[in-house]
């Protein structure tokens, strides 16, 4: 990445504010949203590396700050591990620059997942069958991963019909979301895909994202369970359809 102009500058500074705000009322959105603006900037694999700073502090702060820690951890581990795995595995991909197909085809099922869901009953899944899907989910989730940079799909629509607490299901997207960031760096980081340059800059790029992210939390305090559901589900719809847009746009 060699653009370190003013005004590339200023872009990702506000990119990071926008993202960390989303987040802070959300719970998610924050690789999604810095890389639909940056990745029309630099190429995706740069985009993905700005992230892992912000990205990893932000998340442990969102996992750390709600009252279901250990709970969740006890009931999600099997998740985590298979989203490590497979971020692992899928991160070659990235590392290639190969991510616009894939990137395209999760905004597609996120649409349709967000649009039912929105409009349509809430899905649901039993306990019964979170032993065997939980890994399944998570593997699924880490391909994604570590082709496309982006968390959501399909780890955040299983999460939400797992029918968590507002406050406990932002604080398992912190868990899915740290495991996953900390899974992305390791697997581009034993590509040698990290330029010193672009992990300063990442760094730099936190301070945005903390103050975007404490603005959106400040928010997510004064909205009622029912609004944020519906917040929640209209943002992962407008977040599948960028996705699905991104190698048009």
Known sequence: MSDLSIPFLLAATMTFFAAGAVKGVTGMGLPTVAMGVLG??????????LLIVPSLVTNIWQLLAGRAF??????????????CAGTMLGSRWLAGGDSGATTTALGIALVVYAGYTLFARQLRVPPRDEPWLSPLIGAVTGIVTGGTGVFVFPAVPYLQALGLSRDDLVQALGLSFTVSTVALAAGLGARGAFAPETMGLSVLALAPALAGMWAGQRLRDRISPATFRRVFLSFLLLLGAQMALWPLL
Not at 41 to 49: E, G, R, T, Y
Not at 70 to 83: C, E, F, S
């Open 40 to 49: 029309a900037l630099v190429s995706p694999l740069a985009a993905a590396s």
């Open 70 to 83: 250990r709970p969740l951890v006890r009931r999600l581990w099997p998740m985590m591990l298979a989203i």
